[in-house]
Nanobody, 124 residues
Framework: QVQLVESGGGLVQPGGSLRLSCVAS????????TAWFRQAPGKEREGVSC????????YYKDFVKGRFTISRSAAENTVYLQMDNLNPEDAAVYYC?????????????????WGKGTLVNVSS
């Protein structure tokens, strides 16, 4: 069964950095689009970044562009999200997602498998 497990969250001061990891089982991430989403308390879930198997292209929402970097390790079957210059608005539970028919174009469709999330708290 497909399983995604996120890790790397924690408490960081504004301006600090964290690296999130998404480790997959029973699916090979290098063949499928994989995305990071986040959800803050009382808010809707929103997309953050996506990496495509097509030319390993990366996509970012405007509010993280220039601060976050998504990457993948085929050997580790893991997708990462490097987060720099964090601000309090970045505080949320971060989820990774993928699917056999997933894509990073448009609305980042086909995300059929999700992890349980890792909590990021940004506070001074």
């Amino acid at each position: 069964q497909v399983q995604l497990v996120e890790s790397g969250g924690g408490l960081v001061q504004p301006g600090g950095s964290l690296r999130l990891s998404c480790v997959a089982s029973d699916i090979t991430l290098e063949h499928y689009a994989t995305a990071w989403f986040r959800q803050a308390p009382g808010k809707e879930r929103e997309g953050v970044s996506c990496i495509s198997p097509i030319s390993d292209s990366t996509y970012y929402k405007d509010f993280v562009k220039g601060r976050f970097t998504i990457s993948r390790s085929a050997a580790e079957n893991t997708v990462y999200l490097q987060m720099d210059n964090l601000n309090p608005e970045d505080a949320a539970v971060y989820y990774c997602a993928t699917g056999y028919g997933a894509g990073c174009w448009g609305d980042w469709f086909g995300m059929d498998y999700w992890g349980k999330g890792t909590l990021v708290n940004v506070s001074s």
